[in-house]
């Protein structure tokens, strides 16, 4: 699945399901980051390093609490169970973090496991393995569960 349109569709659908296990447990979400720019914003993105590639995909809130969240699929490694964490994309959600503080950034995996970009850091700066390359590699133990992050569900939604 290597060709753009295949891996956004894939991850549109990612996002579609973070936002409704988000929304079962009570939260209002909303789209926001790279996925809602048109198609030539998006295209001028992939073309650059700005952090604004890497911007969080939803916004959500419950009560006064505030979140936003980079759902992250294709992960973990059917193999290895490390989840592969982009080092660019590690470095612009602490950006993220910093600017925005203290709004949290999660990352929700593909299996509805849940890091922050500072756990990803952590986690890869203390391992045994050579740290270069494009990805830190992450332990799926390492991961909190979706309903410890974001609570449990409230409601089932109807298919």
Not at 33 to 51: C, E, K, M, V, Y
Not at 89 to 104: R, S, T
Not at 136 to 147: E, G, K, N, P, Q
């Amino acid at each position: 699945m290597a060709d753009w349109p295949a891996r956004k569709t894939t991850g549109d659908r990612h996002e579609q399901a973070v936002a409704y296990a988000l929304e079962a447990r009570g939260w209002t979400v909303h789209l926001c980051g790279q996925g809602t720019f048109p198609a030539q914003i998006q295209n001028a993105l992939r073309h650059t390093d700005s952090a604004l590639r890497y911007f969080p995909d939803l916004i959500a809130a419950r009560g006064s609490d505030l979140v936003t969240v980079d759902a992250k699929t294709r992960m973990p490694s059917t193999t290895s169970s490390r989840y592969a964490i982009s080092r660019r994309c590690a470095l612009a959600g602490l950006q993220f973090m910093g600017a925005n503080a203290p709004v949290p950034l999660y990352y929700v995996l593909g299996d509805l496991r849940v890091l922050t970009p500072a756990e990803v850091l952590h986690y890869t700066c203390h391992a045994s393995h050579p740290t270069s390359g494009a990805y830190h590699l992450i332990s799926t133990r390492r991961a909190h569960l979706f309903d410890d992050v974001f609570g449990t569900i409230t409601f089932q939604r109807s298919a």
